[in-house]
């Protein structure tokens, strides 16, 4: 890894920090789509619960909230920002057994689990394959990980009208499956589907994605944003409003 990678990386990290950290008092209000998945994925607990849960990119409690519904002896709630888990704590009623974990899930130490979860957190990872060998070794032996993230259709309408790549790398359902499997993981589930998400408007549309982190609006200045709206509002209207794709995965995988 070269000093300009690392320098990278360490701006990306701060980025998704001052995002994060910046709405986390108005996230759960923006962030229906991640409720919902956080619903689904919550259909994937295994039926026996685990000793031992990490819950990865915990946010404001989404899916922790399953999570306190199971008899969990050890629960570690990590994020990489402390102004989301600060919002938990007021949030929810949390148990003796929870733990607080903070900082970038890609890298730090986690010590044992029998299951890791993570609700739309892995689009994040700059690289989803060096990171799925480093939370193979904070799983105990036949440990688990659940998780849910985005794939390549996810915002398409919006990157074609602002002429831009997404800020996140949004990989294939193929392209996951070979990292599942080149780390040594076996894959028990998953699924794929595709939603269109309705808003009453194009501005409307780019103040949820700003209130969950998604939308780069520093990007644009006045006379960008308000063509960006025009031609949002020309390609991607009717008259139940704006429109935007989300493709959506969830995955459990295993060590066997």
């Known amino acids: 890894m070269t000093l300009d990678s690392v320098n990278s990386s360490s701006i990306f990290e701060e980025k998704i920090i001052e995002s994060f950290s910046k709405y986390a008092r108005s996230y759960d209000r923006y962030a229906i789509l991640q409720r919902s998945m956080a619903e689904r994925l919550a259909s994937y607990l295994p039926e026996t619960t685990p000793p031992h849960i990490i819950e990865l ?19 570690t709630l990590n994020d990489i920002s402390s102004a989301m888990i600060d919002i938990l704590k007021i949030r929810l009623e949390l148990p003796d057994y929870t733990n607080f974990l903070i900082g970038n899930a890609e890298s730090i130490s986690m010590g044992k689990a029998d299951l890791i979860c993570a609700n739309a957190v892995f689009q994040w990872f700059q690289n989803p394959q060096s990171s799925l060998f480093h939370l193979k070794k904070s799983l105990n032996n036949k440990g688990m990980i659940l998780f849910s993230t985005f794939g390549t259709e996810t915002l398409k309408e919006f990157r ?3 002429n831009m790549n ?3 790398t949004l990989y294939s359902l193929d392209q996951w ?10 894959l028990k589930l998953f699924e794929s589907e595709k939603r ?7 501005m409307n549309l780019i103040k949820n994605l700003q209130q969950i982190g998604a939308a780069p609006i520093k990007n644009f200045n006045v006379g960008g944003l308000r063509k960006l709206i025009r ?3 020309k390609h991607f209207s009717t008259k139940q409003g704006v429109y935007a794709t989300w493709e959506l995965y969830y995955f459990s995988i295993t060590l066997d």
């Open 57 to 75: 990119g915990c946010g404001t409690g989404l899916f922790t909230r399953h999570l306190l519904t199971l008899p969990i002896k050890n629960l």
């Open 160 to 162: 074609q009208a602002a």
């Open 177 to 186: 499956k070979n990292f599942i499997k080149n780390t040594g993981f076996t």
């Open 231 to 233: 031609y949002y509002d």
């Open 166 to 168: 997404s800020p996140i």
């Open 196 to 202: 269109k998400i309705f808003t009453p408007n194009t």
